[in-house]
């Protein structure tokens, strides 16, 4: 069992920059790959970036590319999101992930555990 919880979601100007965390319980977080996913109201869980087990692969999703950077931290069990040139569109509720498979998945039912999210706001 792996709990999730992530912060450091809130309201920016567009243009601006957010830098999200997922902090994971338990000892075995090393094992897991994470990914950030996105979900506005009344949508499909959108991926948004994954990262391996080592931190030695990452995948993004094209609308983030150049400007989304995911990282982590094995010895702080951490995962992040740093988020530089924020969009309107970018506005949404971000959920941090876990599986325990090798691949860089982006569907969302591939992974295993989730975090309650965040409010990322990004005004105009």
């Known amino acids: 069992q792996v709990q999730l919880v992530e912060s450091g979601g809130g309201l920016v100007q567009a243009g601006g920059s957010l830098r999200l965390s997922c902090a994971a319980s338990?000892?075995?977080?090393?094992?897991?790959?994470m990914a950030w996913f996105r979900q506005a109201p009344g949508a499909e869980r959108e991926f948004v970036a994954a990262i391996r087990r080592d931190g030695g692969g990452t995948t993004y999703a094209d609308p983030v590319k150049g400007r989304f950077t995911i990282s982590r931290d094995n010895a702080k069990n951490t995962v992040y999101l740093q988020m530089n040139s924020l969009k309107p569109e970018d506005t949404t509720v971000y959920h941090c992930?876990?599986?325990?498979?090798?691949?860089?998945?982006?569907?969302?039912?591939?992974?295993?555990?989730w975090g309650q999210g965040t409010q990322v706001t990004v005004s105009s």
């Open positions: 992930a876990a599986r325990a498979g090798l691949s860089l998945s982006v569907r969302n039912l591939l992974y295993d555990y």
């Open positions: 338990g000892r075995t977080f090393s094992t897991y790959t």
